[in-house]
């Protein structure tokens, strides 16, 4: 070889090929030691590569920073679920009245914030859970993206001011492209979206009841907002699915069939996988006879068209809220002898269904089961099977009867749970809603939630949390059904409030679930503030823009109580028009979020209440199990660890171990991912409902958490706190 060819080829070794070399390196190493996106990367893994804080010193953590938002609302109730991401040494996340912050990674320290309502009327602003947001960079081009209310916002990564080229001025309304007229309706995302190229796909939360908005999947330009595909999760007609619809015209008023927990995505093979919920109203499918596709599915979509590759239904022709709680992580494992690309998602039943990523084809055996199929109620069809997976087994129970009845109250409480369940149907967690009542267990908060999975590629091990308490679920007559008409202003603001509110707030106004009270409402909020959050709805309520203004009075004046025979105005029947002709009438409701407890407050089963699980995914078998929290009254008597509901996911790292705060009891906690040994914990300033983020600055690992409380009535917090080594 000569000379000149010798230069050339060290000339190109070390200015092409070198940095082509150490880009991908960098790239890789990114790729799990970062945490640049939420839930850590595209295949929502919640894991990350760094080891520098392991089993042997994590015992060690101190808090490193903590930074208050300043905006927590504790007669609210607000909350922070958001798990926040880290690009280049900056902390983007969100505030419990939806500021956008930007800190520095290392020391806590603010750089910018930005407001979205900073401007805004009062009347307009529209508080809703935000669990992440979204970054893209192209050059020195630098967005977050984020949503708050109905629209979502283009903000500069560097100087925190919006991006007015992106939308209508650096912002776009959910309601539009939407391929329905739903301006009157609640349509918000509350999940951050995921980026594909250059587009922003993302999905929504609508309403539950009878007047939601279709749940359809959109991708937006990143860089000017238009509307780039839409994919119909209510089939129109000639799309693949309509004809799951017995009713034709199903998809001119059905709602929901949304994808409110996120996705994730294959960038290599150009997928993203989205879950759905089920369609509305989520207790009734009188006018939804069918399969309902595509409700309650994993849809495989090419993510630069929207086109359908492939879907997998987890439940036909849903009665019972189960929607898909969390996006379904992208796994390699082995399977039959070889590395397979799957996908592993976890439902509120307490199944994991592990599917082939390419074509959606069970890697372990999905058989359909018969189920209580007969409905009490009028114009009901259940469907009659629904699909089980052989592997892996259950992460919970799923049934409740009265051997499962807790035995750490004493006796005549055990009767009175005894009692009530002699009044309710039971014994399967499929049992059609009925007018007389039923246990709903696993419960409507899980089995999983929001927080999802975690997934370790060293180890094959699937983490899941979850909640194992029993709700239950009573269905009325509704509006029109109804004997009596309402013949003044007070009974017709009670059949409102029969009709709009009580699913979420009880019969009598007392509360269920994580469900406030609405008693003595006038002691906390006037007249005009409670018109405000009618209008635009607050956290986990909807809004209700579409009940005439008229109607509204009367449900305020019933809801702060006030007395009277005043006779209702003409043109008002008391019927329960609810302002929606487009939609056709719901002749049942239910009666409110409930859970099963005792009468000292704590759930009706045995504990766990919460637990952990590793599952390993090679082999579809359970590895460890444990209780996840503590009630330390409980405790102190010497009761064993019972877990509590927790909401918010974990973080895995190559350390071994496994980061997870969620608790009711305020603590983080780190066990050894191997064993589920407890190695370390801390105490919060407010419970973290989050999933915990873990990064590297300047070669230093820190491990984050929202403290934002709220939940099981907890106190509000709006602190985001940070651990390290000393």
């Not at 009270?517 to 405000?532: D, M, P, T, V, W």
């Not at 959050?533 to 809004?543: F, H, K, Q, V």
């Not at 983020?693 to 985001?720: E, F, H, M, R, W």
């Amino acid at each position: 070889m000569n000379l000149r060819c010798t230069a050339y080829l060290r000339f190109t070794v070390f200015t092409v090929l070198l940095p082509l070399l150490c880009g991908c390196i960098r790239e890789q190493a990114n790729k799990h030691t970062s945490w640049s996106q939420y839930l850590g990367d595209n295949a929502v893994s919640h894991y990350s590569a760094l080891h520098q804080i392991d089993t042997t010193n994590v015992r060690h953590l101190t808090m490193a920073w903590q930074y208050h938002t300043g905006d927590a609302d504790s007669s609210g109730h607000s909350q922070m679920e958001c798990n926040p991401i880290i690009v280049n040494g900056i902390l983007y996340a969100t505030s419990p009245k939806l500021k956008l912050i930007a800190l520095d990674a290392a020391s806590g320290k603010e750089k910018w914030v930005f407001d979205p309502y900073a401007s805004a009327d009062k009347a307009s602003i529209q508080i809703n859970a935000s669990r992440g947001v979204t970054y893209w960079e192209e050059g020195r081009d630098k967005r977050i993206f984020f949503a708050a209310g109905s629209y979502v916002y283009a903000v500069n990564a560097q100087t925190g001011t919006l991006v007015t080229a992106f939308g209508d001025s650096g912002r776009i309304d959910l309601h539009d492209g939407l391929d329905r007229d739903v301006q009157d309706l609640y349509v918000v995302s509350t999940t951050p979206g995921i980026i594909y190229k250059n587009l922003l796909i993302l999905g929504t939360r609508v309403s539950e009841g009878g007047d939601a908005a279709p749940g359809n999947i959109r991708a937006f330009d990143v860089r000017t907002g238009k509307r780039a595909w839409i994919f119909h999760t209510i089939p129109h007609p000639g799309e693949p699915g309509y004809d799951t619809w017995e009713n034709k015209d199903a998809w001119k008023y059905t709602g929901g069939a949304n994808c409110w927990s996120g996705m994730s995505l294959d960038e290599k093979r150009g997928i993203v996988y989205a879950p759905t919920g089920s369609a509305t109203f989520d207790f009734y499918g009188g006018l939804r006879k069918g399969r309902n596709l595509f409700s309650n599915c994993i849809l495989a979509l090419d993510a630069g068209t929207g086109k359908l590759l492939w879907h997998f239904q987890t439940i036909h022709h849903d009665l019972w809220d189960r929607d898909l709680p969390a996006p379904p992580n992208l796994v390699t494992i082995m399977h039959k002898g070889k590395k397979t690309d799957a996908l592993a998602q976890v439902t509120k039943t307490g199944f994991v269904f592990v599917l082939n990523r390419d074509d959606g084809t069970p890697l372990y055996p999905v058989h359909e089961v018969p189920v209580p199929d007969s409905s009490t109620l009028t114009g009901e069809s259940p469907w009659p099977t629904q699909p089980v997976p052989e592997l892996p087994r259950p992460f919970m129970p799923q049934t409740f009867d009265t051997s499962d009845i807790n035995n750490l109250v004493p006796p005549s409480s055990q009767q009175a749970v005894r009692s009530a369940l002699a009044r309710l149907e039971y014994g399967h967690m499929l049992i059609p809603p009925s007018e007389k009542g039923s246990v709903v267990f696993p419960g409507f908060d899980g089995g999983a939630e929001w927080g999802g999975a975690s997934y370790d590629p060293e180890t094959g091990y699937l983490y899941i949390n979850t909640n194992q308490v029993p709700w239950t679920l009573h269905m009325v007559k509704a509006g029109e059904d109804r004997p009596e008409p309402a013949r003044t202003a007070s009974e017709y603001g009670h059949r409102i409030y029969t009709d709009h509110c009580m699913a979420c707030h009880g019969t009598n106004r007392e509360g269920g679930g994580d469900y406030p009270s609405l008693l003595h409402i006038g002691q906390k909020y006037s007249e005009a503030e409670i018109l405000r959050i009618i209008n635009n709805g607050r956290r986990m309520m909807p809004a209700f823009k579409q009940i005439p203004d008229r109607e509204k009075k009367y449900l305020i004046a019933y809801l702060l109580g006030i007395k009277g025979d005043t006779p209702l105005k003409k043109g008002s029947s008391g019927k329960n028009t609810g302002g929606l002709s487009k939609s056709p009438f719901v002749p049942y409701n239910m009666t409110g979020y409930n859970k099963l407890v005792t009468p000292e407050g704590y759930p009706a089963n045995k504990p766990p209440w919460g637990t952990l699980t590793a599952i390993n995914l090679n082999t579809g078998r359970q590895v460890w199990q444990i209780p996840l929290g503590s009630h330390p009254e409980l405790e102190k008597n010497g009761m064993p660890a019972t877990g509590t509901e927790n909401y918010g996911g974990a973080a895995v790292t190559s350390g071994g171990l496994l980061f997870i705060a969620a608790t009711s009891d305020g603590k983080i906690r780190a066990f050894n991912k191997a064993t589920g040994k407890l190695l370390w914990e801390a105490g919060l300033p407010a419970p973290g409902y989050a999933t915990p983020s873990t990064y590297a600055v300047n070669g230093k690992q820190y491990l984050v958490i929202a403290c934002g409380g709220g939940k099981l009535n907890s106190p509000s917090g709006d602190v985001y706190m940070a651990f390290a080594l000393p």
